[in-house]
């Protein structure tokens, strides 16, 4: 087993359990194992997951707290806890707020999340966060999902051209298949992932043969 190994498990029973135990009563920073466990089986073991965050949480404060919280939204997410997922998130962002030096995705994931679940009363608050936070994108997954969120939100608004127009630069940012860094061109890409939100952004910005062209190698649909 790698020294790490023992904090990253990707499955989880009994006998793991005990093992991580183990390995966990004689750690020094019983902290840090537990999130990071904690974040590796959050999507696919939420309980769990959120067993090792209270445990986490209550060993008081730590460096890395807003990511817990930002973990513990992902487990409500697995859950279909929506309620739940977004108070975690807003507690990361007031996290961040306090100590800003480590930061998470929470300011993306909370309007992606109410954007998609069509959360009317949030959207305000979304696109606040959005517009806030716009300077700190980077990856083009990143800009995919800010403009997804302002496209599904403004379309709901009744505000068609403004969401084709973002409808347009989400889909072009996911068709990238460069990240824009020398050496890590495949991190932070789009890739295969967010079809379903894709179909909808399709749904307003029409894509023709007829009506489309490139741009720097990325496509761009003028009936759009």
């Given at each position: ?38 974040s590796t089986i959050a999507c696919r073991i939420p309980e769990v997951a959120l067993r ?57 994931d909370l309007p992606f999340l109410i954007a998609s679940h069509r959360i009317e009363p ?103």
């Open positions: 087993m790698a020294r790490d190994d023992w904090f990253r498990h990707t499955d989880w029973n009994a006998e793991i359990e005990a093992a991580f135990f183990e390995k966990l009563r004689r750690a020094r920073d019983k902290k840090q194992y537990l999130r990071i466990q904690a090792l965050l209270d445990e986490y949480f209550a060993l008081g404060d730590h460096f890395d707290q807003a990511q817990a919280h930002a973990d513990r939204a992902s487990a409500y997410l697995a859950l279909g806890d929506i309620e739940h997922a977004i108070a975690a998130l807003e507690a990361a962002l007031a996290r961040e707020e306090k100590y800003p030096g480590l930061l998470t995705y929470a300011y993306l949030r959207y305000k608050q979304a696109l606040e966060l959005l517009q806030r936070h716009k300077a700190r994108l980077t990856f083009p997954v990143d800009h995919f999902r800010w403009h997804a969120a302002y496209a599904l939100i403004l379309s709901a608004q009744a505000q068609p051209a403004s969401a084709q127009e973002h409808a347009r630069l989400a889909l072009a940012a996911a068709a990238k298949d460069h990240s824009g860094f020398r050496y890590h061109s495949s991190v932070g890409l789009v890739g295969t992932k967010y079809e379903d939100i894709r179909q909808q952004l399709i749904g307003r910005c029409r894509l023709t043969r007829r009506g489309s062209r490139r741009r720097d190698g990325v496509a761009v649909f003028s009936d759009c």
